[in-house]
């Protein structure tokens, strides 16, 4: 019977769960644990930025807890456009190292394997008892409090206006970039280097079309989809550089 | 057929059958070390049974805690045992004391290297018998793997033998064992078990470092025994008036 949605109300298992109260080891009040899984997401995140699309699809499917087949075929397709050696498997074995994702069993409870809960069955046969695997129990994986606060924080206007602050020198550029990829069918490498690579404003520091791209991406308003296409972050980073002139782009 | 006849045919009988079950408990722990397991390799295990209590105290230890392993869920299962099996004995260092490295060169040369004499000694024994390193296999002869299966092989030969009536012939091949088991696996699996038990975390590989020291022993007392009747004449005679 597949568990219903919960949204994580005082007292209910999978509102423990999502409180941090999952996790077998580390500190023992429950806000400190929630603050190291907040810490140690928002570090895996950080270091698997490349693979951010794909964490984030596993935590937006997890919201409500899922098996993980139903995770899996949610997810490879999007792990299709971001290639790496993980597998959907083994990144929700890294969300859960970190704290973002908790397997619950099927009352929703937290699920711990190292305290042993299934033992073998013992079937006798001829008189001689034999052990005979237990059928496994069923575990669904959900998402936690610090992985619902890492899709909350990721994207959003907040680092765009950092890097435009940053940036402020070649906001033209990343004007350019983006208004590329808001086309139909959105604009390929090659197309981005023919329009921003020339450019005076990149000549010294030498930057090319890829330094932007990946800024943009980091920011999540653009992704590949094959084409390089502005996202709905990246729609609102147009209207914020709405009254940047670009000479070479116009 | 007379009544000593019939009871010596079905105690060839017998005994072609343990030693068939021998042959299958070898080539099953050949397989634990052969590779990191598999989906395949999961499925045939859960469809086991293991002896509950075998008399020896690591071999039950052992049969639990792989039975209980595998009585968890399949989420995440093949990738950390794929992590524990190369963290169990590949390793990651340098200084050859980094894993419990499942070859016996390294266990019984002194700076712990591959392809020592007991490399040479062992696939003497294998040619022997008529078998040599598969294309397939990348490893070396004296992997535990290989050292297992040989003694697979031997076993379910011995069994045919014992099946066909041939005394003598499965006599020569348990003896084969015997020689094979003393002079190469029990001179340095033992203690491959005790660097498992160190390394490994799952209950896998921890229970497959049990398995491989209660099997061994109890392996070693049979075929003592065995042989030891055979030296007194009981055994392979079977067709004898």
């Known amino acids: ?250 | 057929m007379s009544d000593n006849e019939a009871t010596a045919v079905d105690d060839l009988g017998k005994l072609g059958e343990l030693c068939r079950r021998r042959g299958e408990t070898y080539g099953l722990l050949a397989r634990f070390y052969r590779s990191e397991a598999d989906a395949g390799f999961i499925e045939r295990l859960r469809g086991m049974r293991f002896p509950a209590t075998t008399g020896n105290d690591a071999l039950d230890r052992g049969y639990r805690l792989v039975a209980s392993y595998l009585s968890r869920p399949d989420d995440g299962m093949l990738l950390e045992l794929a992590v524990d099996y190369t963290r169990t004995f590949i390793g990651a260092g340098v200084d050859g004391h980094a894993a419990a490295y499942p070859f016996e060169s390294v266990y019984t040369s002194e700076e712990r290297l591959l392809r020592q004499d007991a490399r040479d000694e062992v696939l003497a024994l294998y040619r022997a018998e008529g078998l040599n390193k598969s294309a397939a296999w990348r490893d070396e002869e004296d992997h535990a793997g290989v050292e297992m299966e040989f003694l697979a092989v031997l076993c379910g030969r011995a069994a045919d033998a014992l099946e066909a009536g041939d005394g003598d012939g499965a006599a020569a091949l348990l003896r084969a064992q015997h020689f094979f088991l003393l002079q190469h696996p029990l001179r340095w699996m033992l203690q491959l078990a005790k660097d498992m038990r160190i390394f490994a975390r799952t209950d896998f590989y921890r229970g497959l470092a049990e398995l491989t020291d209660g099997f061994l022993a109890v392996d070693r007392g049979f075929l003592d025994e065995l042989l030891a009747e055979d030296e007194g004449g009981e055994t392979g005679r079977a067709g004898d008036a």
């Open chain 1, 1 to 250: 019977m597949p568990l219903e949605a919960n949204d994580a109300g005082a007292g209910s298992a999978a509102g423990d769960v999502r409180r941090g109260k999952a996790f077998a080891e580390g500190p023992d009040s429950p806000e400190a644990c929630e603050s190291d899984a907040c810490d140690r997401t928002a570090k895996l995140m950080g270091r698997m930025n490349r693979q951010r699309h794909v964490l984030r699809a596993v935590l937006e499917r997890c919201r409500t807890p899922r098996r993980l087949d139903d995770v899996r075929s949610a997810v490879d397709p999007v792990r299709e456009r971001y290639r790496s050696i993980h597998t959907t498997e083994s990144l929700m074995l890294l969300l859960e190292e970190a704290g973002a994702l908790a397997r619950v069993d099927a009352d929703g409870g937290p699920y711990c394997p190292d305290g042993r809960p299934a033992c073998s069955v013992v079937a006798i046969v001829d008189g001689v008892e034999y052990l005979e695997p237990a059928a496994a129990p069923v575990v669904r994986w959900c998402t936690t409090q610090a992985g619902l606060d890492a899709l909350r924080d990721g994207g959003g206007r907040t680092p765009l206006v950092e890097l435009f602050e940053r940036e402020a020198a070649y906001l033209p550029v990343y004007k350019r970039v983006l208004e590329l990829c808001a086309r139909d069918g959105g604009a390929s490498m090659p197309e981005l280097a023919q329009a921003v690579d020339a450019d005076p404003l990149v000549q010294n520091p030498r930057f090319y079309a890829a330094h932007f791209l990946n800024d943009l991406e980091a920011c999540d308003a653009v992704a590949w989809a094959p084409n390089w296409c502005v996202t709905e972050t990246g729609l609102e980073a147009l209207e914020m550089l709405a009254d940047v002139r670009d000479e070479r782009g116009e």
